[in-house]
């Protein structure tokens, strides 16, 4: 099998990716009503009570100013580390971070009225208008991402399927003896930090290798398997909460790809993917309702997140390569990546003048799709700096699907994604609740109870939700060290100052 058959092999979703803060209006009223308090020559009583408000305001600026900005004293804050333990009542636990990664959850999904427990959760911690992925918006590529803290250039997953020529060997997602191999992972995974700093760490099939090429593993792993209920994931992740002190794990990680399979099989906007959501946005609820009931909430910080979105690909106008490419289109010897394609030709083949022919056609396209080599790559994917990465890259618009006259539209899923990351199409999701997030929200009402310039971060988008800006995924491994207390961390490609207001 050639690479190009796996790369325009039909769409198999059994095979394919095994992947507010609540405002204190009150404050701000308070305010205006002292300022316009003369003018309407109020009662005593109002004025009396007006005051106690004003008062009661200056206590609660002082307290929280003392308690978040003064001093760096929040129990939450401090709450890390091997020395430092919280009682849920009855058993003592180390701070815990749970990611769950719910594969090819478009950040606009939440807007449609069908998760009210990912987003009552996120209303009492907090929400990213989106999470950007990072170019190419594929499962593997991503998944890596979240875990190492890496673009694709960096971590070297640069596609689900992808030739190496150093090695002279391909990179399959879906073949085990591949995917498995440490030697393809680059990086440092938060698993292998924590681990470093000896925190117990589980991994429920999070995409990605069980070992790194230093012989790292996680502490707990269960291999990836398709179709397990959402019920048997929540139960696995709370028997590894429930387990003695000793041998409970700090760091979990957990992923569901139904929403994904959902997306490629029926497209975004079908009925499928809608049940698909409600199903994982109740599999949030049962676990936020264990975590409460275990009186975990201000000890586990989860972090719900999606690698990327999805777009519809019903209707796709296809372009033919081979039309393009002519006599040359036979000289692909290599075909990396999809919907984008990465393209090797063999040596007998004339690459200036295929070079020639594609940037021809792009430009006649009007935009359809674009022709990069590693000169011309937009700096913005951050997918040059390495040999795994394909000459010539193919990226076509959403909308358009790149093809061959023989291959025409046959096979073709009717939802996809590994657009580039700046679609809004593409966009993944955030949501955090737990320790962290109720310190985010105290700073951000103390920072508008002190009328203050709000957070710059924070945009109101209702009445009582605030929503952080959309932010780079390449951070979360940031947030997650700095939430386990571990320093010694890898180099990433986030910014290390990137979470320091929340800290
Ligand atoms: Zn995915």
Redesign the pocket.
Known sequence: MTSSDVARKPYDSDRE?T?GLLSEDIHEESWKADEELEDRGWPRKRIVGVAAAFIGLLITGVFARTFLLDSPTHPNLLFHGHDVLRSNGTHDFKRTVLIVSI??LRADYLDRGLTPHLLDISKQGLRAKALVPIFPT??FP?HWALMTGLYAESHGIVGNNFWDPKTRSEFHYNQIKSAWEPSWWLGEPMWETAGKSGIITANLMWPGPPKTTSGAAASYFVPWKDKVPLKEKLDQLIAWIDLPFDERPQLLMAYEPSL?QAGHKAGPMSALVNKTLTQVDVFAKDLHTALVARNLTEIVDVVFVS??GMTDTSHPELIYMDDILGNEYDKIEHEDGWPAMGLRFSADANVTHCLELLHAAAAASSGKFHVFTHETMPTRFHFTQHERIAPIYVVPQIGYVLTSEAEGDVGMSKGN?GYDNTAAEMHAMFVAHGPFSQVVKLLHSQRRSLLTRPNKGWHSTSDDTYVMDPFENVQVYSLVMRLLGVDAVAPTNGSAAFWDKYF
Request: aromatic content about 0%; hydrophobic content about 10%.
């Open positions: 990716e992947k594969d090819g594929l499962t991503n994904d690698d990327h994604h």
